[in-house]
């Protein structure tokens, strides 16, 4: 079994700053992507930023320029610096690791975090 534990969030006033870090108990055989979402309330769930095991990023829109997110394979954590936060970045946080399989012989399938609260004050 996998866990992914989230740290980093937390209140800040706007235009500061958060570093977020999701870190997996153990190590993979192999990740298709690390990725982090947000869940704002009353809102779905969306993607915010994604890192693809040869280090291409994909960001959501709303976040370009503002965000970014970052990898150590050696350490199996995930970042995700955030700058410059809006009030509108408020949300929980889920970290989410995509097409991941424990062994060379294992089906892949996705690990989600527990989730960590940013709230950005106007």
């Known amino acids: 079994q996998v866990q992914l534990v989230e740290s980093g969030g937390g209140l800040v006033q706007a235009g500061g700053s958060l570093r977020l870090s999701c870190v997996a108990s153990r190590s993979m055989f192999s990740i298709n992507a690390m990725a982090w979402y947000r869940q704002a309330p009353g809102k779905q769930r969306e993607l915010v930023a994604l890192?693809?095991?040869?280090?291409?990023?994909n960001y959501a829109d709303s976040v370009k320029g503002r965000f970014t997110i970052a990898r150590d394979n050696a350490k199996n954590t995930v970042y995700l610096e955030m700058n410059s936060l809006k009030p509108e970045d408020t949300a929980v946080y889920y970290c989410?690791?995509?097409?991941?399989?424990?062994?060379?012989?294992?089906?892949?399938?996705?690990?989600w975090g527990q989730g960590t609260q940013v709230t950005v004050s106007s």
């Open positions: 989410n690791l995509h097409g991941a399989r424990l062994a060379y012989y294992s089906g892949s399938r996705d690990y």
């Open positions: 890192i693809t095991t040869g280090g291409s990023t």
